[in-house]
Structure formats: C-alpha cells, structure tokens
C-alpha cells in the first residue's frame, strides 16, 4: 500500500463552520505534513509532524489546527475560516523527516479542495 | 530569502522532442533534490530523486551540480502524457532543525500532437 488518503475531496464551509480535514497512511511513514496550494501557485508547507511530535509550524493562523493521533493519521482542524483560504489542502507522508542530512521522498494525497463562503 | 527558481514556461514542444528543465537553488547546504510532476487539479506525484552522479528512469534523466547549485531534467520521446507542471523541490535544511521541502514554482509542459 503506496497511498496517502484524505477525506473529504471536496468541502465548502462558512466562515463560522467548525470542520476536519483527515489524512491516513498505512506505509510506515514517521513524518506527516499539511501543505496549502492555491491556483497557479506551489504548494507551501504548513506543518510537520515527525514521530507525531509537531516538529515544524510555517507560522500559521490559530484558526488551523494540526493534530496527529497515531503514526497513521493526521487531522487538520479550521475554524473561522476566510475566504482567502480557500484552496487544496495536500497531505503528505515520508519514511522519515531527514537521516544523515537527506531528505526521504514525500508523497502526496489526493487533497482536498476547501471553499470558504 | 532562499529560494529555488524555475523557468515557468510553458514549453509547448511536439510529440517526440526533447526537452529539458533547469532549476537553480540557493541554500548550498541543501542534500535533497526531487523532481515532482502535477497534473491539473491534482496533487504532485514524485517523478524522480536526483542524485550527485546523476540519474535516469527511462525516457527521463536528472542532473546536479552543486558547484553551479543547478539540477536539470531532461525527457526524451515527448509523449501527449508527459503534460504537465513540473516541480522542483529542494530541502533547506538549515542544519540545526527538521528542515523542510521547499517548491519552485513548476515549469508547465504541453506536448502537442
């Protein structure tokens, strides 16, 4: 199983909503990490859990929310959301953070798309 | 600000051709380089790691130069599938933390019949 999988694909919420986004591994992957992407643009790196510590925070808005239950999951949490975050949220996983300096390969979930009204 | 620059293209080149995407990067510490392609309104697939002696996968060869701090991919055989945006991804490890991925901008290919 090579496959990183989010729920929902799709979600449109209004600015009081509270809403979870969901992430799953089953590879054995130690590092999980949320990215935003907007049209047009890369992705950015949001947060990184290695060991499902919360090990990188780029900064975020409070109204985002990480949290990571097991090695196999990690939840994104909004609330009071803007409708400049509206954008696709990517989910991804790697065997580890870095070992020796070297990065391991990330790989991605589907996404998913959020609308904020 | 450390950075990694990519020609944003397009490239709209036909069936066939050769074609070849540069990338430059700044944070000379970096040890991680991968080549990621993204389809439209789909999230990035990895396309290939690329390592100091250089490496190929089929119709696909990666290239570095750390002195130049520049990474290439070349794909031969153009075919209508190989449309896409490609992704440069380098780490900035800053030596003493986690370090992250950081994405150049994607350079958009269109292989034409």
């Known amino acids: 199983d090579t496959e990183v999988t989010q729920t929902p694909k799709h979600l449109v919420m209004g600015m009081t909503n509270k809403k979870s986004l969901k992430c799953e591994q089953h590879m054995g992957h130690r590092a999980m990490y949320w990215y935003k992407q907007k049209a047009k643009k890369p992705p950015e790196l949001m947060f990184v859990?290695?060991?499902?510590?919360?090990?990188i925070n780029e900064s975020v808005p409070s109204r985002f929310s990480p949290e990571c239950p097991n090695s196999s999951l990690l939840n994104l949490h909004l609330h009071a959301l803007q409708p400049e975050d509206s954008a696709l949220y990517l989910c991804?996983?790697?065997?580890?953070?870095?070992?020796?300096?070297?990065?391991?390969?990330?790989?991605f979930g589907p996404g998913t798309r959020l609308t904020v009204l | 600000r450390k950075e990694v620059e990519q020609d944003p293209g397009p490239f709209n080149v036909p069936e066939g051709a050769t074609v070849a995407f540069n990338c430059t990067y700044s944070n000379s510490a970096s040890q991680s380089f991968f080549w990621y392609r993204q389809d439209c309104r789909k999230e990035p697939k990895l396309l290939m790691s690329?390592?100091?002696s250089g490496n190929e996968d089929g119709r696909f060869t990666a290239q570095l130069n750390r002195a130049s701090q520049y990474i290439s991919l070349l794909i031969r055989d153009s075919k209508l599938s190989d449309s896409a945006t490609y992704l440069c991804v380098v780490n900035m490890d800053d030596g003493g933390s986690q370090g992250n991925l950081i994405f150049g901008k994607g350079t958009k290919l269109s292989v034409k019949p």
């Open positions: 859990y290695s060991y499902e510590k919360l090990s």
């Open positions: 991804a996983s790697s065997q580890g953070g870095a070992i020796g300096g070297v990065y391991n390969e990330q790989f």
């Open positions: 690329v390592y100091s």
